[in-house]
Each structure stands twice: as C-alpha cells, then as structure tokens.
C-alpha cells in the first residue's frame, strides 16, 4: 500500500506518462478503465474520510485522476457504465450508513441497559425472573434450528432462512436478559452506570457524547473527521440517489419511444436503400457512358492515326515522283547541253577544216 501510495504521488507531481519512452505511445486517457476509482469519479473516494481514525478503511488501491473524474462528468448522462459506477457507489456508501446506524442502535441499547443492570443489580426477584424467561429462550432457539436445519436439509431455503432469522431475534432478546442478570455492581461500577447516564448517541457518527458538555468539546466533536465524513456520506447519498432516479427516468422516456423510433428508423433505413440502389444505377449508367465514350476516342484515334500514315504515304509517293521528274528533267538539261557542246565542236571542227583546205 505504500508503494502505490508512493506511486500516485509521483503520477500527481510528474504526470501519470512519467514511465514513458520518448519514441513509446502514449496510453490515451479513458475513464472506463479499471485502474481509476470509480467511487472518486462520482463524487469522492470513502476511503479518504477517515483517515487516522476508529473507521479508517486504509488506502485506496485505485488511481484517482482528476482528468479522468472530468471526463466522467462530461460524459454522457445516460450512458451504462456511468449509471452502473453511480449505482456502485450508492450501495457502497449505503452499506457504510446502515453500518454506522446499528452502531448508533447499539449505543441506544447500551445507555437504556444501563438502568435496567441497576435495577437486575438490587432486585433480585427480577433476576430470577429473568433467568426464566432465559431458559425458555433457550428452549425455543433450539427448536427453531433443529427445525430451520431440517428445512434446509430437504431444500427449504427460505423457510431455513426465515427460521433463522426469528432465531437471531430470540438471541438477542436472550443476551440482553443475560446482560440485566450480569449486572451486579460494585460500588465503582454503579458510580460508571450512573455516569453513563448522562450520556448520549450521536445521530450522525454513533459516538457517545456527554450531555450538557462544554460547547468546546461538542464543537470538536462536529468538526471531527468521522462525524463530518458520515455527514458527507449521507449527503452523498441523497444527492446521488436523486441523480439515479433522474437517469432512470429519462432511460424509461426514451425506452417509452422506442418502438416509434425504431419504425421510423426502419423507414429511414428503406429510403436510404432505395437513394442507394438510385446512386448505384447512375453510377453504372455513367460508368457505361464512360466507356462507351472511350471506346469512340480510341476508335476516332486509330482511324486518325491511319488517315495519317494513308496521308503519309501518299506525301512520300508525291515527293518521290516529284524528284524523280526532276532528275529526268535535269537528264533531258544535260543531254540538250551535251547535244549543243558536240554540235558546236563539230562545226568549230568543221570550219576548221575548210579552212586549211582553201589555203
């Protein structure tokens, strides 16, 4: 209990992430988880009332983390598990009233034997008496469990149980016999009954007070940690069973509508179905538009890649005829110009000729 102790204040000091490698994930915060203390989460943890006292519970073994308290607060009001820690934390603090207030029955019982000790103490027909009425008692819690022993042997459990609880009653009205025949005093113990008294039970914590004592003392008294703390309890313990019956209320108002809801949920659910089944047919119909259309591209494509190679290829045969014509033009050049130098150099030739035959 001290390590955890010692843990939660170095999670309070350093942060709850304090063990946490740099390059590791950090947890994320959630209040539903079982580390952190419910009861603290509702309203306050029993176990920090009394502290260092007769009703220390001892230390808690929960965490009880402020951030996570403020997340259960905002969380939704009817949600489950929010409803189930409030429920928890009534029948804990429930059990600790109820506690308390057989202890405050006790007290009660103690001060009013007292008187009846005293008298036992210097009468003694009454003590005899009540030594009868002892030995019937005893007679009688026998009998009742032989018989709540037979019942539950044959698998009667509630008639067991039933005896035994009439004999727990007979019990106790034979101990408080026994404690009237018990109560032959001594000079010292009858001054104690005589100042018991003078005494009183508190309401709220059970302790005995003196009556008519020093407002000092009385104020102690109501400033103390067990008398404040029950104080707290029992107002918890209105305020949160108010809280409940308002969640159960609205759960029920919304239960109360939910066959309307849930038809009109159905209804909702069939249009949603049929906008789906609209969207899906559209979405086909353009898918198919889509493709049709790439189809044609591809289709007006290829036709223009062929008019382009047929294009092409009539350019290529155009350009080809083209300079072939203009090589034979340029032959048909050179053969005239041939033709014209052989012409000319036959009759330079010639002339030539004629020439040295007349001289």
Same mark, same amino acid.
Request: proline fraction near 1%; aromatic fraction near 4%; charge should be positive.
């Given at each position: 209990?001290?390590?955890?102790?010692?843990?939660?204040?170095?999670?309070?000091?350093?942060?709850?992430?304090?063990?946490?490698?740099?390059?590791?994930?950090?947890?994320?915060?959630?209040?539903?988880?079982?580390?952190?203390?419910?009861?603290?989460?509702?309203?306050?943890?029993?176990?920090?009332?009394?502290?260092?006292?007769?009703?220390?519970?001892?230390?808690?073994?929960?965490?009880?983390?402020?951030?996570?308290?403020?997340?259960?607060?905002?969380?939704?009001?009817?949600?489950?598990?929010?409803?189930?820690?409030?429920?928890?934390?009534?029948?804990?603090?429930?059990?600790?009233?109820?506690? *308390?207030?057989?202890?405050?029955?006790?007290?009660?019982?103690?001060?009013?034997?007292?008187?009846?000790?005293?008298?036992?103490?210097?009468?003694?027909?009454?003590?005899?008496?009540?030594?009868?009425?002892?030995?019937?008692?005893?007679?009688?819690?026998?009998?009742?469990?032989?018989?709540?022993?037979?019942?539950?042997?044959?698998?009667?459990?509630?008639?067991?149980?039933?005896?035994?609880?009439?004999?727990?009653?007979?019990?106790?009205?034979?101990?408080?016999?026994?404690?009237?025949?018990?109560?032959?005093?001594?000079?010292?113990?009858?001054?104690? *009954?005589?100042?018991?008294?003078?005494?009183? *039970?508190?309401? *709220?914590?059970?302790?005995?007070?003196?009556?008519?004592?020093?407002?000092?003392?009385?104020?102690?008294?109501?400033?103390?940690?067990?008398?404040?703390?029950?104080?707290?309890?029992?107002?918890?313990?209105?305020?949160?069973?108010?809280?409940?019956?308002?969640?159960?209320?609205?759960?029920?108002?919304?239960?109360?509508?939910?066959?309307?809801?849930?038809?009109?949920?159905?209804?909702?659910?069939?249009?949603?179905?049929?906008?789906?089944?609209?969207?899906?047919?559209?979405?086909?119909?353009?898918?198919?538009?889509?493709?049709?259309?790439?189809?044609?591209?591809?289709?007006?494509?290829?036709?223009?890649?062929?008019?382009?190679?047929?294009?092409?290829?009539?350019?290529?045969?155009?350009?080809?005829?083209?300079?072939?014509?203009?090589?034979?033009?340029?032959?048909?050049?050179?053969?005239?110009?041939?033709?014209?130098?052989?012409?000319?150099?036959?009759?330079?030739?010639?002339?030539?000729?004629?020439?040295?035959?007349?001289?």
């Amino acid at each position: 209990m001290a390590v955890l102790a010692a843990a939660q204040l170095l999670d309070e000091l350093m942060g709850r992430n304090r063990n946490v490698a740099p390059n590791e994930k950090v947890k994320e915060l959630n209040w539903e988880d079982n580390e952190y203390c419910k009861f603290f989460m509702v309203k306050f943890c029993p176990h920090d009332l009394f502290v260092n006292t007769r009703a220390d519970l001892g230390p808690c073994s929960k965490t009880h983390d402020e951030e996570a308290k403020k997340l259960f607060i905002d969380a939704k009001k009817t949600h489950h598990r929010k409803l189930q820690y409030m429920e928890d934390f009534l029948r804990y603090c429930s059990s600790m009233i109820s506690e *308390v207030e057989r202890k405050i029955v006790k007290g009660k019982q103690r001060l009013a034997l007292s008187s009846k000790n005293t008298l036992a103490a210097t009468n003694p027909a009454l003590a005899e008496k009540n030594q009868e009425k002892i030995d019937i008692l005893n007679e009688r819690i026998n009998e009742l469990e032989k018989e709540a022993e037979q019942a539950g042997t044959e698998g009667n459990v509630e008639q067991a149980q039933g005896l035994m609880k009439l004999c727990d009653q007979l019990k106790e009205e034979r101990d408080s016999l026994k404690m009237q025949n018990e109560g032959q005093l001594n000079a010292t113990s009858q001054l104690a *009954v005589e100042q018991e008294k003078l005494m009183e *039970v508190c309401e *709220v914590c059970g302790a005995f007070l003196i009556v008519g004592d020093a407002q000092q003392r009385i104020d102690d008294h109501l400033m103390g940690k067990q008398h404040m703390g029950y104080t707290k309890l029992k107002r918890a313990v209105d305020e949160v069973s108010a809280m409940i019956r308002e969640i159960k209320d609205i759960r029920k108002g919304v239960v109360k509508d939910t066959r309307d809801d849930n038809r009109e949920k159905e209804r909702e659910r069939d249009r949603e179905k049929r906008k789906e089944k609209e969207r899906d047919g559209e979405k086909r119909e353009r898918e198919r538009r889509e493709r049709e259309r790439h189809r044609t591209e591809e289709r007006e494509k290829r036709e223009r890649e062929f008019d382009g190679r047929i294009r092409g290829d009539s350019e290529l045969v155009r350009e080809t005829k083209l300079r072939e014509r203009e090589r034979e033009r340029d032959r048909e050049r050179r053969h005239r110009t041939d033709r014209a130098e052989d012409g000319r150099h036959r009759y330079h030739h010639h002339g030539s000729s004629s020439h040295r035959h007349r001289h």
